[in-house]
């Protein structure tokens, strides 16, 4: 009987090393140990080639270490104060498991929305019930903008053409400021910000509406260069902004609303066929 706990105890430590050698085989080198568990090589090697900085491996690998043996200490500390049931983690875990599972299911459905094109005359449709609501508060313009040497001359019959659209005008000053000018910018040809074009290049004016109404050029100088930004349209606070300004907040809007209707939707069509082929019971408490 003695010769058989012997016997079976000697077995028992060599499954344990081989297969603490055979962890060792496949992980790595262990380079930390707390309590039984251990931190291999091959985790810190497989976390360094995820950082995004420079970090040099051996302070890298330091740092690892520092904190892996902090958290496994945390943890067996845990282990030992709390109590059975806080130990207990399978429903939480079960939560949230399932909760991941719904939100990837989801994501994979709505992503087939993404891509769809919301027609215009829906755009034009929520645009024009909701006009009050897309009241500018900041004053939004359409503008040519260049930037030339401060020693260049530009003629006053070119100024008077720059916030022009005529074809003939901008065949003029461009061939101009093709030759001078080392910036040229119209941003798309789209309404923008006042503020956020004069915030990108330093420069604050005042009284800014009443000097919309008076002026269609606003011109600063810096140490070297003389800037022009020609006001081609305009329009003040207190306005309602045109649609194509707010389009792609409508756009996103009518977009989401369709993603949380189809949500919506794939809830009550499982719940409904669920019901219609009996794959649910409600039991009796």
Request: net charge negative; proline share 3%; glycine share 2%.
């Amino acid at each position: 009987m003695r010769n058989s706990l012997l016997y079976i105890t000697i077995i028992s430590l060599l499954l344990v090393a081989c297969s603490y050698n055979s962890n060792q085989n496949r992980k790595g080198a262990a380079v930390a140990e707390v309590g039984g568990n251990y931190l291999y090589q091959s985790e810190i090697d497989r976390n360094y080639t995820l950082q995004i900085n420079d970090t040099d491996p051996a302070e890298f690998a330091k740092k690892y270490i520092d904190k892996w043996v902090k958290q496994q200490l945390l943890l067996s500390e845990a282990k030992v104060k709390l109590t059975p049931e806080e130990l207990d983690l399978d429903y939480e875990i079960e939560k949230y498991r399932q909760e991941l599972l719904i939100h990837r299911y989801r994501n994979k459905r709505i992503n087939t929305l993404n891509e769809e094109k919301i027609p215009f005359t829906d755009i034009e449709e929520y645009y024009n019930q909701n006009k009050k609501s897309f009241t500018l508060s900041h004053p939004i313009v359409r503008v040519n903008y260049f930037i030339l040497p401060i020693e260049v001359d530009v003629p006053n019959r070119i100024k008077n053409k720059l916030h022009s659209e005529n074809e003939n005008d901008i065949e003029e000053y461009e061939e101009f400021m093709f030759s001078f000018a080392t910036k040229y910018d119209n941003f798309d040809n789209s309404w923008v910000y006042l503020d956020n074009v004069l915030r990108s290049m330093n420069y604050e004016l005042q009284n800014t509406e009443q000097y919309l109404r008076r002026n269609q050029l606003i011109t600063f100088n810096t140490e070297n260069e003389q800037h022009i930004i020609a006001v081609k349209e305009f329009i003040i606070s207190g306005e309602p902004a045109p649609i194509e300004f707010v389009t792609p907040r409508i756009r996103a809007y009518m977009l989401n609303s369709k993603k949380l209707d189809f949500l919506r939707e794939i809830k009550d069509s499982l719940y409904n066929d669920a019901l219609k082929y009996n794959k649910f019971r409600v039991l009796n408490q």
